[in-house]
Each structure stands twice: as C-alpha cells, then as structure tokens.
C-alpha cells in the first residue's frame, strides 16, 4: 500500500495515464511525472496497480505500455483508487451536489463524453427570476461583505484597501493558473517591483498585469460595467504581452479554441459567439443582486471562452465589478485551492451544473470578507482636522512642556497659535487637551520635546496642587 503522502501522486498518475488510450511507455510517463517518483518507484508502483486491477501491460521489457484497465468490472476499483487519492487533497467545504459534480468530472478523460456548447444553458436563465445563488444566501453575502461604513461611494472600500487588494488578487489569481510567485515575491514586485529570481519573465508579467487591470477596476469604479469596453480593457490589460497574437488582446477571438484536460468544445463560429458574448453581458447588466451578477459573469464567461485565452483571469477581476460598483468587500481569491476550482469550471464545462463552483465562490468570498474587513478595522481614517493644525498643535505643546506650565483650560486658552481660526478654537483645545491625555516620555519626541525636558515637566507636575481650572473643555 502507498504512503499516505504519496496519495495525491497517485492520483496524478493515474490521471496522466488515463490521458493516452492508446497506452503509454515508462519512459515517457517518468518524463512527465518524473518530479513525483523515482523511476524505480515509478515501477514498483505501475507493478502494484497492474497487480491491483487498476492499469493492464501490454508489450515486453522496456517496450510494454501501461493504460487503464478496461471499464467493465474494473471501474468500481479505479474509483476506488481516486478516492483515495483525493482524500489527501486541499479542497473547500462542498455540498453533497458539488461531491457528485467532483466525482464525475474526475473520472478518466476518455469516460467522459465530449460536448458542445450547450446555448440552452444560458437561455434558461432569466435575470432576477432565475437564481444561481438563493435569495437568503445573497443576504448572508451582503451581511458579512458589507463594510461598517459601507455607505460611500462606489469603490471607497476597495480604495481603502488597495496596497493589500493588489497583491492578494494579483497573487491568487496568478497563482489559479499555475503562476509560481510567492505572497512575498508578488508583494516585493508590486511594492518596490523587483521580479523574483529565477522566475520565468512571463509569469512576472501576469502579475504586473493584473496590477494594472485592478487599478483600471477600482480608480474608474464609477464607470466600470458588464459592458463590452470594459471587459475588452479588462483583457486588453490582463493579456498584455502575453498572446502570440498581440492583436487579439481586446477582442472576441477569430478562431477555434480548445480546453486542455477537458472534453468541451467551445464555439468556434466568430459571428455568434459575438452574439452570445453581446447577450452575455447585456443580461448581466439586467442582474440586480451584486452576488448573483458577480457568479453569473464567473459562470457564463469562462463557458463562453469569448477570448482567445486569459478568459478566466478576465472573469475573477470581471466578478469585483459589482462589488465594487456596491462598495462591498472585493473578492480575492486567497487561498482558494487551483484544483477545487478546476474541477468547479470542468462541472460548467461538461455538465453545466453550478453547484460546486457556487461552493467554490462563496467560500472564497467569505474568506475575502475575514481579511479585508479585519484590515480595514485596523486602519485608522486620517483626521483632516489635525493634519490642517498639526504645526499649530507642536507648538503649544511644546510651549506648554518647556514652560512646565499644567495643560489647563485656562493656559491651553492662553496658549493657542494666533494660526488656528476663531472658530476652530474650542475644537483644538479639544484635541491639545488630548493630545496631552496620551503624551508620555517615549512619545513626546513627536512635538521636539527631549526626554529630558518631559521629565521636568512631568516632576514639576507632580509638585503643583490640582487646579479646578483643570475641568471639561467646551464642547
């Protein structure tokens, strides 16, 4: 029996085997798997699932071919193997309809059966009476994305938080379509943009890209719709540099594509998938709700394949439009595992069912909201009001500190800097008095007091007898 650990590799195997129907040497699937498995493991353990039932042989010495086993009486014990396999995996909490969705889309690439693009699938959906996501989960959603001063305008949250949005989203999404940059090697490139050692130059390009294309989302949040310029400048920016065809960047695509590791087709006819494109966005434009808009885009427009490639990139940024347009927390997609959301889309794909990718996003989202909410408490919003005074202000503390006067009513009155406006006068002995609450050895260097001179001030404190001019100030 394998390791517990080697599991996941196993699967792989299997995986890439059931990949040639025609069967496969050895030396070619160690050229493939070789990072997993030694060639002498790799052997032992295609020995074992031959043993096992799992794979047939065909062939002698270094010429015999290993595939799967043939599908009657077998398959229950393949199944078996990939579940096991599967068990070891990083996956998100899913719905007994998400298991059954994962099931079927992890069987054999030649069990399933190829198809089309199914135009039935988005004709069944009427905006506001069809719904992906549950009235009371949209509810939930909006409870737990909205931020405490949530009412602003369209994009301030995102705005709030955009340092840390630039390069969780850059990184994560990045990182859904194999991209190896770290956290921190994302963050170095955004922040002092230093690329990574030994990374490939076009991975430092995807991240760059996504860079530009969230500031495109958030500084133009006012604008920013489900409409065709908008989502060309989302391609446009996010495939920049990164298509043989430069001048397929921003545009429906002009040729057939395919999906590697899937049996569907998408539509290969430039006329109507321009059409269904059109169609695509006009109804989700028509979507009220910002969470169903948001999953009906990440559904609907990787289905569609409308760009040549970079068409699920281009959905998660697309997905943050209307969060925020409703200046609710974006969703990042940190820590979303790339195979839990492979499987999601293959669910789409295949069998156009939602369910697990509707597992997928709102886990996704709820992780988003734990983060961004729990940054944005720990910020503290800028007082204008001290900024404009914060001159005025080191000058009467400090006159009052080096003059070893007490912070009364009285001598804050008498002290105020002829700068500070007649109305704004009961506000600053307001902040003066505290400002002085809070002052201490280790902090007063801020107003040019020396530790040396808060000492004295703070003894000669200590000698005065309190003073009832020391009371309330104004309101």
Partial sequence: MPKKLDVVADRQLLEEIGRHAEGIQVDALHALCGTAFSRRSLQRRLAQFVADGILVSEGKTRAV?????????TVNRVQAAQEQSISAEVYVPISPEGHEIKKQVRQPRQLRQPVGYNQAFIESYYPNETRYLSAELCGQLRRIGTPPDGNRLAGTFAHDIMNRLLIDLSWASSRLEGNTYSRLDTEHLIELGQPADGKDALETQMILNHKSAIEFLVNDAGNVDFTQDTLFSLHALL?????????ACGRVRNRAVDIGGSVYLPIAMPQRLEELFQAVLSMAREIRDPFEQAFFIMVHLPYLQP?????????????NIPMIRHNLCPLSFVDVPERAYIDALLGIYEINRIELLRDVFVWSYERSCQQ????????????????RYRSALSEIIKSIVTGLHPPTVDVIRNAIPVSVAKEDRDKFMNLVAEEFEHLHKGNAVRFGISAFVFEAWEEAQSLKPKSDANGPLPE
Avoid: C, I, W
């Fill in 239 to 247: 495939s920049d540099g990164l298509l043989a065809d430069g001048s």
């Fill in 65 to 73: 071919r290993y595939r799967l086993a043939p599908v009657t009486g």
């Fill in 307 to 319: 760009f040549e490639d970079v068409n699920k990139r281009v959905s998660r940024l697309a997905a």
């Fill in 372 to 387: 961004y909410l729990a940054v944005q408490r720990n910020m503290v919003t800028p007082d204008t009001f001290r900024l």
